[in-house]
């Protein structure tokens, strides 16, 4: 281990201090090694994950009815989330029933238009027939019938002729207008069946299954502090339950706003889990957010959110979730000279220490680490100074 800083303690009794504070005793400054570490706390959260989301139905408000632990293991198909589908269910029923009509408005249109088209077709073919008969009979030779006979078979042919061809049109007619309404009735059959196949789909999404093995996290509802639980409402696309990828974690922490600028990106961290203190996973600053959020609506603190990637995730033990401290190293000085922390007061703004005839000198102080300061003016090498004394 490095060595930080050597003191040179003494009793105050022994330095001729009677009457000082039976707490204070007498340090030594030394040159040595210093570190400016800032400690962060935060929770591991997975880089990636497979999230489920709230489905898209006609229901736009979907209660959740059945949601797995957070934090629990499954398997591939298990179900992780059930919305309650009492509204889509009578939907459903009221669209079967819908589809039923339908199909029997069809059918009654279909068996309408072939009675309809099978008289026209008969009108048709009687009109053919008395066509036939009526051009018999005016085939026959004016000088073999009387002139008022044949003139009424002539007539009688143009009539035939004429009632023929409306029998024809109005066949047409009505085979367009039976295409037109089986089209309509049938358009309408198809649209009540999409309704119906829609909402049976729609009931199918309301049940939400594990796309992979692994362990489901239940999302936060961050203005209530807590998480998703049975019996909240939901809106289609918000996620509902996330499959974290525990191959690739990163760490989510908070820097106090007093601590700006001593955390920078790419800064090399360690990582310890509350769960698991021995062991030390090296990362990096990935990102710090640009403007400090306040801690909470009735605090004056502000913090940073800083996101940093854990280089050597262990999917075995870590978990989202987790508590994590986070050491970030800044400057590390060698041989620069050093005063203890407890032996630094300040006062009206100014930095002070005590030396050990009690005089107080201000010092300008460099790079500090958890037990000493780097001095840059003020005191020299071998002065003593009180450490713990009322300053």
């Known amino acids: 281990m490095k060595r930080m800083l050597m003191l040179s303690v003494a009793a105050s009794l022994a330095c001729g201090g009677a009457g000082r504070d039976s707490e204070a005793r007498i340090a030594v400054v030394e040159r040595g090694e210093v570190s400016d570490r800032v400690l962060l706390t935060g929770s591991l959260e997975a880089i990636a994950s497979n999230d489920l989301m709230a489905p898209a139905t006609p229901v736009f408000r979907l209660n959740i009815q059945f949601l797995a632990d957070d934090g629990s293991e499954v398997k591939k198909g298990d179900k992780v989330v059930e919305f309650d589908n009492s509204q889509l269910s009578t939907n459903l029923a009221e669209k079967e029933q819908a589809v039923l009509t339908a199909a029997n408005d069809l059918a009654k249109q279909n068996a309408q ?31 073999t019938l009387a002139r008022r006979t044949y003139q009424e078979y002539q007539l009688a042919l143009t009539k035939a002729e004429s009632a023929h061809e409306q029998a024809r049109a ?38 939400l299954v594990a796309p992979q093995d692994g362990i489901v996290v239940i999302p936060d509802i961050p203005w209530e502090g807590r998480k998703l639980q049975v019996g909240d409402d939901v809106w289609p696309g918000r996620p509902v339950a996330k499959f974290p990828d525990l191959r690739a974690m990163k760490v989510m922490a908070v820097l106090s706003d007093v601590d700006d600028g001593r955390v920078a990106i790419a ?24 403007v400090a959020n306040e801690v909470g609506k009735s605090e004056l603190r502000r913090q940073f959110d800083v996101e940093i990637v854990v280089d050597d995730s262990d999917a075995e033990i870590m978990r989202p979730g987790m508590s994590v401290l986070v050491e970030v190293a800044g400057p590390n000085k060698k041989d620069v000279l050093l005063v203890p922390r407890a032996a630094i007061v300040s006062r009206d703004g100014s930095t002070l220490v005590e030396l050990d005839g009690g005089k107080k000198v201000g010092v ?28």
């Open 113 to 143: 238009s072939r009675v309809t088209l099978a008289d026209k077709r008969f009108d048709v073919l009687s009109k053919r027939v008395a066509l036939d008969k009526a051009k018999l009979d005016a085939a026959i030779p004016a000088d």
């Open 364 to 391: 300008d102080l460099g790079v500090c680490g958890p037990m000493a300061c780097e001095v840059h003016s003020g005191i020299a090498e071998g002065d003593r100074v009180v450490v713990g004394g009322e300053g």
């Open 267 to 290: 800064a090399e961290v360690g990582c310890r889990l509350d769960a698991f203190p021995d062991r030390v996973f090296k990362g990096k600053v990935k990102s710090i957010s640009p």
């Open 170 to 207: 109005d066949l047409a007619t009505q085979e367009k207008t039976a295409a037109l309404d089986r089209q309509i009735k049938e358009l309408a059959y198809q649209k009540a069946e999409r309704d119906y196949l829609s909402s049976l789909e729609a009931m199918k999404k309301l049940v």
